[in-house]
């Protein structure tokens, strides 16, 4: 999710770090009351912050968690999941996309792009 579309979409980040919570995720990040904030990355040349919505361990393994929801900013938000994906990858972490019902085609077609069809969004 963009960060300016988080104010929008609190209620789904609760709802989605409750489903981490109850399938055994632990010391979670995120920006909401109550949780400490995920690690932002600065583009040096830019005014880009890229920052996970969620961060969380399960098994000694860190996961980097975003959420997909129906953008106008499509390209922002393709620039994050490459940016988390080769990450993750770097560093031997997990990337996973949370989506919900109405977003799933939004979520498959951004993934279709950016030739990221081995990711399986969580649908929540």
């Given at each position: ?28 990040k ?46 922002l ?36 792009e ?11």
């Amino acid at each position: 999710m963009v960060k300016s579309e988080k104010a929008q979409h609190t209620e789904f980040l609760e709802k989605s770090i409750s489903y981490l919570q109850s399938t055994g995720f632990e010391n979670i990040k995120a920006d909401l009351d109550g949780f400490e904030s995920p690690k932002s990355f600065y583009q040096k040349n830019g005014d880009i912050e890229l920052t996970p919505d969620i961060v969380a361990t399960k098994n000694g393994r860190k996961f980097y968690f975003d959420i997909s929801l129906k953008s106008s900013r499509s390209k922002l938000l393709k620039t994050k999941w490459v940016f988390l994906d080769t990450l993750s990858r770097m560093k031997s972490n997990k990337f996973k996309i949370i989506t919900t019902k109405g977003h799933y085609k939004f979520t498959d077609n951004l993934l279709n792009e950016l030739n990221l069809t081995s990711k399986t969004p969580i649908k929540i």
